[in-house]
């Protein structure tokens, strides 16, 4: 399944929504504004939380943690010592981990779970806000990997955008 998330532009939070591939809303991602470290709410177009994100404030690197059904589910870490891109390390109770891996650029990333590879992001370039194009497998967890997507934003896309203008216009090509 393609998706394509735009975050919003003249917000004082994170904020974020979901398109599927035929162009129609399905989440939406909201920071809340007066939180100790980030936490985002990650819902359906009705409301309802499908995962909330947490930014864990006292540990060694960017990590955030996946809430589904008020549980732990994910644990993400950025990888601190990893030259010429940033990875990430997605810790799932179980032997269903994941892994992040970004290009020289941080702009595209492929997860793979094991040998198998479940997700590609791609950062839209030349975008006043933060635009990226989610490409999942079939059978792949959706919401997990969208939410991953939210949080590499976070880790490796703070301060500021780099974008130089224009408009996105559509899904993003892989």
Not at 106 to 123: A, C, E, L, M, T
Request: hydrophobic share 40%.
């Amino acid at each position: 399944m393609r998706y394509q998330m735009l975050q919003k532009l003249f917000t004082l939070r994170d904020d974020f929504t979901i398109k599927d591939e035929f162009g129609r809303d399905v989440f939406r991602v909201i920071g809340r504004m007066f939180s100790f470290g980030k936490q985002l709410t990650f819902q359906t177009m009705d409301g309802q939380e499908v995962a909330f994100i947490r930014q864990q404030v006292m540990s060694w690197g960017p990590t955030y943690e996946i809430y589904r059904s008020g549980q732990l589910y994910a644990t993400v870490k950025k990888n601190l010592f990893s030259f010429f891109n940033c990875s990430f390390e997605i810790d799932i109770p179980g032997p269903y981990d994941l892994r992040a891996e970004g290009d020289f650029s941080d702009h595209n990333y492929q997860i793979v779970q094991g040998p198998n590879v479940v997700g590609f992001i791609s950062k839209q370039w030349f975008t006043f806000a933060d635009s990226y194009g989610v490409e999942t497998a079939p059978g792949a967890d959706d919401v997990l990997l969208l939410a991953c997507t939210v949080v590499i934003d976070m880790a490796c896309h703070e301060g500021g955008h780099e974008s130089a203008g224009g408009l996105l216009g559509g899904l993003l090509d892989f």
